[in-house]
């Protein structure tokens, strides 16, 4: 997805917790245009959780014959853009010549590098009738020695991805080692991403890592006596041995992974030098980023 400001980062609703959370997030939605999406990082009180530094849960969204996702070509650097859908399909394209068709359950990694531009749009088989989109976007910052590497796009299907079942909760592991499952997808720091479904009254035990956070995608949780409700992300102390319990049914994402350096942020650039995100201002101003193959007559603006 693309930034429509140069400020990405929201001011959201931050509650303290047990001895086990540091933060509980409470994103605001972020209008888009033809839909929303709900911001969780970065804000100004928490950047990362790991390497993650940008989570945005999109939908459910639900689009009449005609209209649906059209994100017009906009540039990266820096940067590894991570999507996974529960619902719908979106088409990726890039200045690589890719050309992939992302749906439920499989995972597109995108990593920027030294400099990609993408578009997300719909086929028209899809756009022409009544449908939905419902996922989350995220964005891993590349350690220093990878940030200026060539730019790659890897698509995994979802019969690719490991699953398993831990006392009676459902489960993936769609980037990282947990739960003793190690996904194939790519990763260039320690990360960690999980996606689980719980039904009430459920417990989850969860994987120690330097860093961690948990999204609640759909339902409520409860770590101890402190409830996690619907749309909100609690990010985690380094404590061990954290257990989750589910009020409700609920669909998590649990994200997390080593402490990165400080990043620079402005709009769809992150970088570790704040003079190497001014640069990639200014090529996308000059036109010097390379066409999205396929989708070369349209463009997002850098935003004043």
């Given at each position: ?7 990405l ?16 997030i ?22 990362t ?5 940008f ?18 070509p ?18 990726h ?8 068709t ?6 597109n990694l ?26 989350l ?46 996904s194939?997808?790519?990763t ?8 689980a ?7 989850l035990?969860?994987?120690?890592c330097?860093?961690?956070?948990i ?8 770590i ?26 609920c ?11 400080k990043?620079y942020i402005e ?26 193959v396929?989708?070369?007559h ?7």
């Amino acid at each position: 997805m693309s930034i429509e400001s140069k400020d990405l980062e929201l001011e959201c609703n931050i509650d303290k917790g047990c001895d086990a959370i540091d933060i509980i997030i409470q994103p605001r939605a972020k209008d888009l245009g033809e839909f929303s999406v709900r911001r969780t990082l970065p804000t100004k009180e928490r950047k990362t959780v790991g390497p993650w530094i940008f989570f945005d849960h999109m939908g459910p969204a639900n689009f009449p014959a005609g209209s649906g996702i059209n994100v017009r070509p906009h540039p990266h650097i820096n940067l590894a853009t991570v999507t996974y859908l529960f619902e719908g399909e979106i088409l990726h394209r890039d200045s690589l010549g890719s050309y992939a068709t992302i749906t439920p359950g499989d995972i597109n990694l995108m990593v920027a590098g030294k400099g990609i531009t993408h578009s997300e749009r719909e086929r028209p088989e899809v756009k022409n009738v009544e449908h939905t989109l419902h996922g989350l976007q995220l964005w891993l910052a590349l350690p220093e020695k990878d940030e200026e590497i060539d730019p790659a796009f890897y698509h995994y299907s979802s019969t690719t991805i490991p699953g398993t079942t831990i006392e009676g909760v459902s489960l993936r592991v769609l980037m990282g080692s947990a739960y003793g499952l190690t996904s194939p997808v790519l990763t260039y720091a320690e990360t960690l991403y999980v996606e689980a479904h719980m039904q009430a009254g459920q417990i989850l035990a969860l994987p120690n890592c330097e860093e961690r956070a948990i999204y609640v995608a759909k339902g409520s949780l409860k770590i101890k006596d402190t409830v996690i409700p619907e749309f909100a992300m609690v990010v985690l102390s380094a404590a061990e041995g954290v257990m989750i319990e589910a009020t409700k049914e609920c669909r998590i994402a649990l994200i997390g992974g080593e402490k990165m350096a400080k990043r620079y942020i402005e709009w769809n650039f992150i970088s570790s030098r704040k003079e190497r995100v001014e640069q990639a201002k200014q090529d996308w101003l000059a036109g010097r980023f390379p066409k999205v193959v396929g989708d070369e007559h349209e463009f997002i603006p850098l935003p004043k």
